[in-house]
């Protein structure tokens, strides 16, 4: 535990040291500067330990320079102007950001698995030399005097955290490309992704095949036993997702990248994947369903032309193996949503016997959205006729030095995911809470219209202490003061960017 509190010490501090280094760059910009930083620290440190190995054979034939070594070890070659000891060299030089955007451009000409992924935004004009050497200064210190074998993992830490800051940083922005990371596991825990095909259709930054690999490692099982299959529509957003999978030595072969997207160009057209994890984005209305209105995948109904959930849903579904199961997060209001045909969609899926479990998430877990969402499970070749319905809208708490964003903590994702392996297994030790969970068979679900809202079946919790108005005002009091307060901020960054246009014109 002494272990896992220095790490997260390192990994803010590391944090907080490149982002007094940021000045006038956007974060949106700025996180290609870092992470693309962090990943050559971390292909150079994994080819430096395997060159200095080579080189104390050479007396029985091992050559360093030789390409086909570090194929063989499933390790980048990096040529000599791309290393981090040539980069630390030439730090102080005006002229650092061509020499690492050289160094970029020549890794993968060697590599052909990163080409066109790696960024080259280091000669930019705001992107001053100073703060660019004092960056590779301080990435240049990960290693922390351990093992090169072990800077690997701590890069692979950085490199995850990195990520989420940056999201927190952009905002709705940050939501495009980072699901929160307590709602990744709570996927992973409940989904159990030990062996198989693991497929997300709109994997952003690829965290969703980070925590599934992290949990076969954590569960003493062998990473090659999963293989993983992606796309994603945004190239930026691909380039990070195939970054941070080779940082963490998972082959991305199959995380594919067009910018039609997964409804028009499906990229992974006869995969049947054992396990399906994602986070779509939520009621899409520009997702081309006019164009789709025929397509085989629509088998429980044709989903409207306006809102993408169900299409989402049903594209699970068709990619779903024989006894496959699925687990992605929804707009809450497709749990309920009668509009265009979907609810008679809905009631197909039920009457299909396809949903396994539905989660009523609490508000504030999205840094892009305030939409109400909720987790689904689906599966096929299911064996009861029951429906598991949790609803977690008192669990999670605010994300620490945040005011808006909430998140799960790991306790509260174990007892999630135990209640539901519990109802799957049978086990003595599952039963209904009420308020919290129900299993409901699809006699009960009828009768509510084939709505799958959670707390609609467990009710509300046992009421043991009175309502305290006063504490919830001083609650209110305390929250409005805050928000006016931000407003404030922002107001004023606002009238200081008006100045700084006003006076450059």
Known sequence: MAKAKQEESIERQLWKAADKLRKNIDAAEYKHVVMGLVFLKYISDSFEELYNSLKAEENIGADPEDRDEYKAENVFFVPPTARW????????????????????????????????????????????????GGLIDLIGNIAFGDAKARSADVLGHVFEYFLGEFALAEGQLGGQFYTPKSIVELLVKMLEPYKGRVFDPCCGSGGMFVQSEKFVTEHQGKIN??????????????????????????????????????????????????????????NVSDWSGDLLRNDGRWKYGTPPEGNANYAWIQHFLYHLAPTG?????????????????????????????LIDCIVNLPAKLFLNTQIAASIWFMKRGRTTKDILFIDCKNMSSLIEGSRKTKEFSHEETNEIASIYHNWKTNSDNYEDIKGFCKSANIE????????????????????VDEFDFKDRFVSLQKELKEQLEEEQIL???????????????
């Not at 945004?234 to 039609?260: C, F, H, P």
């Open 225 to 282: 036993d999963i293989s993983i299959y992606g796309q994603e529509s945004n190239q930026t957003t691909w380039r990070l997702a195939k970054m941070n999978l080779a940082i963490r030595g998972i082959d991305s072969s199959q995380v594919k990248w067009n910018n039609e997207g997964s409804f028009l160009n499906d990229a992974h057209k006869d995969l049947k994947a054992d396990f399906i994890i994602a986070n779509p984005p939520f």
């Open 325 to 353: 199961t699925a687990g992605f997060v929804l707009a809450k209001g497709a749990l309920t949503s009668n509009a265009s045909g979907e609810d008679e969609i809905r009631k197909s899926l039920i009457e299909a016997n």
């Open 85 to 132: 000891s040539h980069l630390l060299s030439n730090a102080k030089l005006p002229n650092i950001g061509k020499i690492v955007d050289e160094a970029m451009d020549v890794i993968e000409k060697e590599n052909n698995s990163l080409k066109g992924v790696l960024p080259k935004v280091f000669a930019r004009d705001n992107l001053d030399s100073k703060s660019l």
């Open 491 to 505: 107001n004023q960054r606002i009238n200081n960017n008006l100045s700084k246009v006003i006076i450059d014109e």
């Open 444 to 463: 009960e679900v009828s009768k509510l219209n084939y709505v799958l809202s959670p707390g609609r079946y467990t009710g509300l919790a046992k009421v």
